[in-house]
């Protein structure tokens, strides 16, 4: 390591790499400085302003996930003057567009209503669907941005709903770019852009079309960018819960060979939301369409719920020691009068190394064959 | 894969073949989008269809339907008589470069473009780019294995990497795409007729003793089973009697589906344990309902040998059970108690019995996977293959040469047809069509024909049409698209009600076994 490369950060020492940014030293680090635009593994933007730091020997703050780290830079990431230019930006962003959810009477007590009230609206017209999970929301409050309520702006575009997977709220959108970042840098997909770049007003399309008669093939790696609630599962929507209530289980996909590593968001025994870990690869955070919406198979009416025996052409249901002893007695019988080699056994490529494992097992050790394969070729 | 994923993002050169990336493997097509578009990686597709990934590729190499020994050879022609190769390493490790000089010599451009119907200047040109990268990486799929030259093209490829110094490289390799999300490990763990875990010859006596000690059993059977294609043809000859089918479902995903109806309706008894009643089930004897991957403990193996984690969000509806669970109880009954505990503890026996799974366990895996071979609790895993040498010693070239697919189209038969997935759906569509979303996307199946034909046989966007091969018809519509070359139509393979594989044929790879599902004749026929 080049010992000139070191950086102090609130007087601490850290060595960074030539081309690193301030932001990505503390990052890599782990101390904090706050960000709503910023994605890892996409070109820095600059659009919030709120991950400024203070620099020594620099007049003004610096927006930390753009300036270089360099040999002796001496940052201090919570100066009062960063606290304060921090608060006045929150302040600013909260009257941007329809972020009125430090105003909603939401007491502990009243959270069932709150709830209730969630459930009944068809769009998000009072309640955000981001609440509790919203970046803007959370820094807000940790910087006390104070907003006078008279300058909170109502909803100022019309929800796109017209889609099977992704509602977006453009009153709720604090024009970070990070969506637009995910879509053509992360998926590179390049379906989305601003309308301008000089002053831009909105995320759009190619012709401002609505996401389904765009080239959009519901990666939902935007909505998993969004900070705020401009972007939604629709599902978040028609369930009417608030997302931070579920419980996340970090598993690997069961669709194609890449296995990426995801959490399950589940609520009262039941999936009701995917997103991607950003922490692991092979994918980072990203996921496909089958992947992030494609979930509802786990919870369906039509699951397979006891064991079923044919007889006289159709089935009947029955209980798994009545099952498992027809299963046993007659593979015993066949392998009796035609010989082991007579069954075969096809495992499976969708269940696990553990469980291949065991059906080889048995193929092998209990009937006696080497009669196993699987889909490998089909 | 031989090597991992995120290599793909430090390839000069990448050559994807038979694979739709974009819409089989989403996500990792992702990479191969950043590499092109953001460092400066140059792309080369070989593909019929006019894919969403072609858009970025510097070379496109539409080759005719079950040509590929013929492209390959004929780029690896180029690149000897232009001295393109990388003579150091193929001095150091390779063996056979004199037989396969002599297997390409005849595959000249303008005999490869005469028959593949690849332009020969393009054909040079992508041997001249592969062949001068620092790295390049090979990425294929079922476009190059459902063949009956499947075993031909992948070991094709893998002479060109070798021959131009990419196995082994960061950034290189031969580079397979998995198409389920355990199909590596259904492999790993000896769902395989011919051997156990780790790749372990059931021939092999030393391997087979061990076993039967590890298993406690007295004798295990020596000589390899049967494959799953083998084991219809059987079936179907009324020489197998009992088939037990976990998780699968043939009735939609075998080849030529009135031939593989009339072996189950043979067999004496058909045992389906999954999560829904498929159309396989509809015809079983006894089913037995599973648990879905959301429901259990255990690991998966991805298409880049890692091992990941799979763990319990939720539990499983109504009575059903874990597999594992399900197939240790049955065992019981017959006589031969597995005694695990749970998933983890069946790990630690596969651990103890497979050399390249010995160093993985649940406690290592708790963070990240690991990539296999492990050969140790202190071994890091092997994200890239080959590094320094070979797993068998020196790299072998093999001399192929071109045959032509099974079926050609004649007067009766005129159009070449292939099949495959669509983004929006999965498979057989057990999983996907559960979600009305995903049907509001993809609702039906289609017929994909190119503007050339459609014109030829007056056919218009949505008309409902008739396919009809030597094995069977189907319905669809009509969907004009310049995805389709003149003379080869496309079916995604999803859908029950028009189910592409009552068309395709059940041509095996001698090698492999793998039905020929991407090249038969068909007739179109407007309804």
Known sequence: MNSENIITINGQPFPFTPGETILQVAQRNGVLIPTLCHLKGARPTGTCGICLVEVEGEKDLVESCAFPAEPGLAVDTDSSQVVQERRTILELLMVSGEH???????????????????????????????????????????????????????????????????????????????????????????????????????????????????????????????????????????????????????????????????????????????????????????????????YDFINDPERLKTPLIRENGSFREASWDEALKLVGEKLALIKKDSGPDSIGVLTSARITNEENYV???????????????????? | MTNP?????????????????????????????????????????????????????????????????LWINGMMHVIIKEELYDEEYVKSRTIGLDELKKAVENYTPE??????????????????????????????????????TGTDNVKSLANLSMLCGNVGIPGGGVNPLRGQNNVQGACDMGGLPNVYTGYQQTGDLAVRTRMEKAWGVERLPENPGLTVTEMMEEGHEGRFKALYIIGENPMLSDPNLNHAKQTFEKLDFLVVQDIFLTETAKIADVVLPSASFAEKEGTFTNTERKVQRVRKAVAPPGEAREDWEIICDLADRMGYSMNFKNAQTIMEEIAQVTPSYCGINYSRLQEDGIHWPCTGTDHPGTPCLHMDQFTCGLGVFHAIDYIPPSELPDDEYPLYLTTGRILFQYHTGTMTMKSEGLNELAPECFVEVSS?????????????LKVISRRGEIEAKAKISEKAVKGTIFLPFHYAEAAANKLTIGALDPVAKIPEYKVCAVRLEKR
């Open chain 2, 5 to 69: 994923i995120k290599d793909i993002e430090e390839s000069d050169v990448i050559l994807i073949t038979g694979s739709n990336t974009t819409e089989n493997h989403p996500v990792l097509s992702s990479y191969v989008k950043r590499a092109v578009s953001f460092k400066d990686a140059k792309l080369i597709v070989a593909d019929p269809r006019k894919i969403p990934i072609t858009r970025l590729a510097t070379v496109w190499l539409r080759q005719h339907l079950g040509t590929d020994v």
């Open chain 1, 100 to 294: 009125n959810c430090l105003f909603q009477d939401v007491g502990d007590d009243s959270w069932a209503d709150f709830q209730t009230k969630a459930t009944d609206l068809e769009e998000h017209q009072d309640i955000c669907p981001a609440y509790g999970v919203c970046g803007l929301q959370a820094l807000a409050i940790q910087y006390g941005a104070e907003i006078d309520p008279s300058q909170l702006r109502s909803a100022q575009y019309p929800v796109e709903t017209v889609n099977p997977f992704i509602v977006r709220d453009f009153s709720r959108c604090i024009l970070c770019g990070r969506c637009i970042k995910a879509c053509n840098e992360i998926q590179v997909n390049n379906v989305i852009d601003f309308d301008s770049e000089d002053s831009p007003t909105k995320v759009v399309t190619d012709g401002d079309r609505a996401l389904k008669d765009s080239d959009c093939v519901f990666c939902g790696e935007c909505v998993q960018a969004c900070p705020v609630g401009a972007l939604v599962p629709k599902q978040d929507i028609l369930d009417g819960h608030l997302p931070a209530e579920a419980k996340m289980i970090r598993t690997t996909c069961s669709y194609c060979g890449v296995g990426c590593q995801l959490y399950l968001h589940v609520r009262d025994n039941k999936v009701i939301k995917v997103t991607g870990d950003e922490e692991t690869g092979p994918n980072y955070g990203s996921l496909c369409v089958k992947g992030r919406f494609g």
């Open chain 1, 359 to 378: 059906a080889q097992k048995f193929t092998r050790a209990v009937i006696g064959t080497n009669n196993i394969d699987h889909c490998a070729r089909l």
């Open chain 2, 111 to 148: 005999y490869v473009e005469e028959i593949s119907g690849i332009p020969k200047e393009q054909l040079i040109e992508a041997a001249r780019l592969y062949a001068n990268a620092p790295a390049a990486s090979i990425l294929y799929a079922m476009g190059i294995t459902q063949h009956i």
């Open chain 2, 452 to 464: 050339l034909d459609a014109e030829e046989y007056k056919i218009e966007e949505g008309d409902l």
